[in-house]
């Protein structure tokens, strides 16, 4: 009989792996001993440690703001729905006010919280798929990545992230009204866990996908209508401002000639809404309307032909779902690898699907912050010799993307397995 021990009394090697405490505990401690070696500081209004090349700076001067007496959607707009923003405000307060140390580092450890929800899903997910081997392998590699131990410090993508895959699992399970309301919060956080509805309405029947949907788009409506009721002018940026930036980081910067990133202007700008609506770059020569229904189009075709409607097939949908998103749209963000990463583990549980991830990571972070770091004497506009490499990482990046659609189309396509496969 195998119990797991060697002769000694010790773990075996395959029980040792499979231990998921001992995977959690290394998990959290890695991050929290690298907080440790490199705490976050703000020295002469130059940022150190493992919040640079973030935005916590940038969080926690909009924080500060509520020291004169502004808040959110109140007094200053916000480029995301209120989630983020309140959390921030509570993360500020608890931190002690205006410390950008005690900010960045409580910041991190909440946004480390939800990466742990993402570490379970993402091996639970991957049991249900693949089985149970599968799904801790999932696990450990994740636990390896770089990235998501990177945006715990730079953003609150993990938070995003976590919303998105608990409704994919809840909804994977048949737990559709729970799977819905993570999607609502979700979609209250940022808008992207709001495209789980292109694959309830093709995976689910017309009466469940429409309650479904009720519950999502009733959720949002409801906590912004209290918003507008505030003050209309300081909301309506948080559904807006996002669409009104020039394009940044992707083909369509490169054809509109559009070398900078995405951020907005000064803290201070976010006192008066009408800057939400400003913009510094060229104009798109592709018009937004026509990527979108470019990209709906696409959508639709394989909305059709997805023939594979089991719990791989809902994956993959959802996943080839995102990723059309990130395509169409006129930017680019680093942070978005948050939500690819664990998707793509979930879809190509293999060496190659590891090695595209890990491709993947290189280009974004080459473009950013390797790229970009070096554009101080330039206003942070690429321009001069780092123009080709430029090119070069976005077109890369873009073509992988591309590539990864073409193979999740092509999951979609076949013919589901049998249940105990």
Request: positive net charge; charged residues 10%.
């Amino acid at each position: 009989m195998t119990t797991g021990r060697a002769a000694g009394g010790d773990l075996t090697p395959g029980a040792l792996l499979g231990d998921g405490r001992l995977l959690v505990i290394l998990f959290v401690a890695f991050r929290l001993i690298l907080l440790m070696i490199y705490q976050p500081l703000m020295v002469e209004g130059v940022e150190r440690g493992l919040g640079v090349g973030g935005d916590t700076a940038y969080y926690h001067a909009l924080a500060a703001l509520t020291d004169e007496g502004f808040f959110p959607y109140r007094d200053w707009w916000y480029e995301f729905p209120p989630v983020a923003a309140y959390l921030h405000l509570t993360i500020y307060a608890l931190a002690g006010g205006d410390d950008h140390t005690n900010f960045t580092t409580l910041f991190g450890i909440v946004m480390l919280l939800f990466d742990v929800g993402n570490l379970l899903l993402l091996r639970k997910l991957g049991a249900r798929l693949y089985g149970a081997n599968t799904g801790m392998a999932l696990a450990w590699i994740y636990t390896l990545l770089l990235a998501p131990a990177v945006f715990l410090w730079w953003n609150f993508e993990p938070m995003v992230a976590f919303w998105l895959l608990l409704a994919l699992w809840w909804l994977a399970r048949g737990r559709e009204t729970a799977s819905a309301l993570a999607a609502a919060v979700g979609t209250l956080t940022k808008f992207t866990p709001a495209l789980l509805l292109g694959a309830v309405w093709r995976f689910r029947p017309p009466r469940v996908a429409l309650r479904y949907t009720v519950l999502v788009v009733g959720s949002f409506l409801a906590v912004y209508v209290l918003l507008f009721a505030q003050n209309a002018a300081m909301t309506l940026p948080s559904l807006t401002a996002q669409f009104s930036k020039p394009s940044y980081q992707s083909v369509w910067a490169l054809i509109d000639g559009n070398y900078t990133t995405g951020n907005f202007g000064d803290v201070r700008s976010h006192l008066d809404p009408a800057q939400a609506a400003v913009t510094t770059g060229n104009p798109a020569v592709i018009p937004a309307i026509v990527r979108l229904v470019v990209a709906g189009g696409i959508g639709v075709f394989v909305f059709l032909r997805a023939r594979r409607l089991d719990d791989r097939g809902l994956v993959a949908f959802v996943t080839i779902t995102l990723l059309i998103f990130f395509l169409q749209a006129q930017g680019w963000s680093p942070q978005w690898l948050g939500q690819i990463i664990p998707l793509l583990l979930l879809c190509f549980p293999t060496r190659n699907g590891v090695l595209v991830i890990v491709l993947l990571s290189a280009l974004v972070f080459a473009e950013y912050p390797v790229l970009f770091m070096r554009t101080g004497d330039t206003g942070g506009v690429i321009s001069g010799s780092q123009v080709a490499p430029f090119v070069v990482l976005v077109l890369s990046r873009t073509a992988l993307l591309v590539g990864v659609c073409v193979a999740l189309y092509g999951k979609l396509r076949q013919e589901p397995l049998p249940r105990d496969a």
